[in-house]
């Protein structure tokens, strides 16, 4: 379990955070399909040039986009929900995030060139599931370095 003393200062700086992702999530949707494949194709030129792992394809280089936003939103929602003193706050947070994501998804439909996937929910759910578990990680090693002083 983990020791967490409610905090509305960082509870309010973890949904400020929130909104910022939900913000940059929906203008990256709301680009048209023409528009999203050449950003993403710049981002990945660029990072196949900084690390040069060419053994990524670009389409492996988006849904990894997919599940890095999403695990930011989900680790956001989660510290908002446990600094607020939320018992559930896991639950809370990807029930939250999820719920973002499918509307996200909805949203894509009416966006030209785009397409709802029912995949791309599952690759943001495996996401928002990492950053849950990554947040309650953070947590329980901050405490154990704490409860050692």
């Known amino acids: ?55 990524i394809s ?7 986009a997919h599940f890095t936003e999403y695990c930011a939103l989900g680790f956001c929602f989660t510290s908002g929900f446990t600094f607020s003193g939320i018992r559930s706050a896991g639950i809370a947070g990807g029930y939250f995030s999820f719920v973002y994501s499918v509307s996200d998804e909805i949203h894509q439909f009416f966006v030209p060139e785009r ?11 495996c996401g928002i599931f ?5 947040f309650g990680f953070l947590i329980a090693v901050i ?4 409860s050692k002083s």
Do not use: W
Not at 38 to 51: N, Q
Not at 58 to 64: I, Q, Y
């Open 143 to 146: 405490n154990r370095i704490f």
């Open 1 to 55: 379990m983990m020791k967490t003393k409610k905090n509305l200062p960082l509870s309010i700086v973890s949904f400020i955070f929130c909104v910022f992702i939900m913000i940059m999530i929906f203008l990256l949707s709301y680009q048209s399909g023409e528009e999203s494949a050449a950003r993403s194709t710049g981002f990945y030129e660029l990072f196949l040039r900084l690390t040069g792992f060419d053994f």
């Open 115 to 125: 397409a709802c996937r029912i995949y791309d929910v599952y690759i943001d759910f």
């Open 130 to 134: 990492f950053g849950i578990i990554l």
């Open 58 to 64: 670009h389409n492996m280089f988006r849904k990894f």
